[in-house]
């Protein structure tokens, strides 16, 4: 079982839609979590980074974490084309520099 | 704005030829680095972590003689690919984290595309 699992997708929906994208991770000593968006043939950019349990909003944007599940999820609200772009996850423990990935979901969104 | 900025973005060299790849940190100083690599469509392999002016730590499986890493100051980082062949061709990001400590988000840069013929 991986440390880490996120559905590849791919997802597809139209614009204006909320979309949900979802982690899920086995280690209970995550204590950060992060998520990043890559476009096509760029480096990961980071949207959003939380720590411990609880939810955190950013514009279109809103982060929700469950300790006791162990499941993280990133919200996108009125959902726009320049969204389309690979969605990764990614966690640590606290005091290390390592950063663990899920799979990354390739969300596409519709005109 | 950008925060971690790497050059090339793409370059294309022949078999058994030398490649370096730079890593710098914008506007901050960053005593560790680190470079993944990404094949298509697949998630981030963390390759190394660069240790300011010290040897880099290479995770398992990773050859230390092909991917020489230099981290001779605090805002660059470099990763050379030593006698590429086509296996090598692959995508190479670096990231580096703004603030001091370990619990500060890492910054990526844009990555820099290898094409080994």
């Known amino acids: 079982q991986k440390e880490v699992e996120q559905d590849p997708g791919p997802l597809s929906v139209p614009e204006g839609a909320i979309v949900s994208l979802n982690c899920t991770y086995s280690?209970?000593?995550?204590?950060?979590f992060m998520w990043y968006r890559q476009y096509s043939r760029k480096g990961p950019e980071l949207l959003m980074y939380?720590?411990?349990?609880g939810n955190k909003e950013d514009g279109r944007f809103t982060a929700q974490v469950d300790k006791s599940s162990k499941y993280i999820s990133l919200f996108i609200r009125d959902s726009q084309p320049s969204d389309s772009a690979t969605y990764l996850c990614a966690m640590k423990v606290q005091g290390a520099q390592k950063l663990v990935f899920g799979q990354g979901t390739r969300l596409t969104i519709n005109p | 704005g950008a925060v971690v900025s790497q050059h090339p973005s793409r370059v294309i060299c022949k078999s058994g030829t030398s490649v370096k790849i730079e890593c710098r940190s914008l506007d901050f100083q960053a005593t560790t680095m680190f470079w993944y690599r990404q094949f298509p469509k697949k998630s981030l392999m963390l390759m190394a972590t660069s240790n300011e002016g010290s040897k880099a730590t290479y995770e398992q499986g990773v050859e230390k003689d092909k991917f020489l890493i230099n981290h001779a100051s605090l805002t660059l980082s470099t990763l050379t690919v030593t006698s590429a062949h086509p296996e090598d061709s692959s995508f190479y990001i670096c990231s580096a984290s703004r603030a001091t400590g370990y619990n500060s988000p890492l910054h990526f840069g844009n990555g820099t595309r290898l094409t080994v013929t």
């Open positions: 939380t720590y411990s349990s």
């Open positions: 280690n209970s000593a995550f204590q950060y």
